[in-house]
């Protein structure tokens, strides 16, 4: 079965209508460009910056898809991660307003059901913007993809994700096992190889999503991890040093102009998400590294606590 009649079949089959990729409205136009070439010469030099056809309605198009995909993900995973760590009155009062549904089970369908929707849309992007390149001999859909990532709606780089997929091995592996999975889901899986653990999932037969979760910069397993806006994770304690803050003002405190130290994209600390689900599943699976790491940690998180204060006792006292 072809992607576009299966992505068609699998956005149809929802309870609800969710935002979705336009498949067959963004192939229309681009088979509309390709008639309206056929009576002149392809010229490759000119037709990826100067196609009034696809540059005046394909990209908007596309452009606002992406951003109501990302959007309603975003939005969605949030509202069941933090119904899953909330404790307390906090999770009664859930409860009570009607946000609290069902068992386990539940919770890891609707976290399975958000990996696959955001996977299936990611492929879709893909695809469409490969059609649009073999029909323009261009590259315009790849730097129209690097685009989108640098406006932050590229679905693959929302740290939700990788947090979803976390959520998703600790209620399956500590809780209750899930009904089957459908067809499009093979699941989601915490890998280590040479003592290197990573985040895989697949969907289909052959499309693999990894998630490396080595720190660039101690170059260690993340402890305490945190996703900066533009996709990658570190460290919470690295982050901090890399934006030039203290662990006593956070992350959000960075200057706008701190940049991330992989990609160079600046304005990436202040909505960084803090990735607790994959924080518990590595301190579970990783147990003695852990420790290690938290005791080494304890000791540097207390200098920094201490010199902070020292340093506002003196402001305040004016020396």
């Not at 009576?39 to 606002?64: I, M, N, Q, W, Y």
């Not at 609707?110 to 490969?130: P, S």
């Not at 989108?148 to 994700?161: D, K, R, T």
């Not at 000791?299 to 010199?307: D, L, M, P, W």
């Amino acid at each position: 079965m072809k992607f576009c009649k299966k992505y068609q079949e699998y956005m149809q089959g929802q309870e609800k209508k969710l935002p979705g990729v336009g498949f067959k409205k963004l192939k229309k136009i681009l088979k509309k460009c390709r008639r309206e070439d056929t009576h002149e010469v392809h010229d490759v030099r000119t037709c990826p910056d100067h196609c009034p056809v696809c540059d005046g309605s394909f990209f908007p198009a596309l452009l606002k898809e992406m951003s109501a995909v990302v959007g309603f993900f975003n939005k969605r995973a949030q509202k069941l991660l933090e119904l899953h760590l909330a404790s307390g009155f906090r999770k009664y009062f859930f409860w009570f307003k009607g946000k609290l549904q069902g068992n386990h089970v539940g919770l890891i369908e609707e976290g399975k059901d958000l990996v696959t929707y955001a996977l299936i849309n990611a492929i879709a992007i893909r695809k469409i913007l490969k059609k649009y390149d073999k029909i323009h001999y261009s590259t315009q859909g790849q730097a129209f993809k690097s685009q989108a990532q640098s406006m932050h709606i590229g679905i693959l780089q929302s740290p939700w994700l990788c947090e979803l997929m976390a959520f998703h091995i600790n209620l399956r592996e500590t809780k209750t096992k899930s009904r089957k999975a459908p067809a499009l889901f093979e699941g989601c899986s915490l890998k280590i190889n040479d003592g290197k653990p990573s985040l895989a999932c697949e969907l289909f037969d052959s499309v693999k999503l990894d998630v490396d979760l080595t720190c660039s910069i101690c170059l260690d397993t993340v402890f305490d991890p945190v996703a900066l806006t533009c996709g990658h994770i570190f460290c919470y304690m690295c982050a901090c040093s890399a934006a030039s803050v203290t662990i006593v003002d956070g992350l959000k405190a960075a200057e706008p102009k701190e940049k991330c130290p992989l990609c160079r994209e600046a304005r990436v600390y202040e909505g960084a998400v803090h990735l607790e689900e994959l924080s518990m599943l590595l301190s579970r699976s990783c147990n003695e590294y852990w420790e290690q790491r938290l005791q080494t940690e304890r000791v540097e998180r207390v200098r920094q606590a201490k010199q902070h204060w020292e340093s506002q006792c003196r402001a305040f006292m004016g020396v």
